[in-house]
């Protein structure tokens, strides 16, 4: 079973950037699709951005298009999400997520979290 801690969260003032780390144990981080997701209080998680095993496909919900990105490097079992111009919207508690399931990555499921870092957007 993959483990994963994030890293990278913090307080940023809207229009601004941050990048989030996911680090994974073990030495199969390839095999596993990876995603991202927030949860602001009061709200539910929802899915932010997912990106395939090898890199090559790439999954973003609508309000973070053209300000986040997704990427990997499987070498150092690293995921990141590179935020920018950052909306005080985007305040919430940001978990990395896994799965080896390729119908759940086209359907935003993740079977493995990690224990999230907190972004804080002020206005």
């Known amino acids: 079973q993959v483990q994963l801690i994030e890293s990278g969260g913090g307080w940023v003032q809207a229009g601004g950037s941050l990048r989030l780390s996911c680090a994974a144990s073990g030495r199969t981080f390839s095999s596993y699709n990876m995603g991202w997701f927030r949860q602001a209080p009061g709200k539910e998680r929802g899915f932010v951005a997912g990106?395939?095993?090898?890199?090559?496909?790439?999954d973003y919900e609508d309000s973070v298009k053209g300000r986040f990105t997704i990427s990997r490097d499987n070498a150092k079992n690293t995921v990141y999400l590179q935020m920018n111009s950052l909306k005080p919207e985007d305040t919430a508690v940001y978990y990395c997520?896994?799965?080896?399931?390729?119908?759940?990555?086209?359907?935003?499921?993740?079977?493995?979290w990690g224990q999230g870092t907190q972004v804080t957007v002020s206005s």
């Open positions: 997520a896994a799965t080896t399931n390729s119908y759940n990555y086209a359907n935003r499921r993740y079977a493995y």
């Open positions: 990106i395939l095993w090898s890199g090559g496909s790439t």
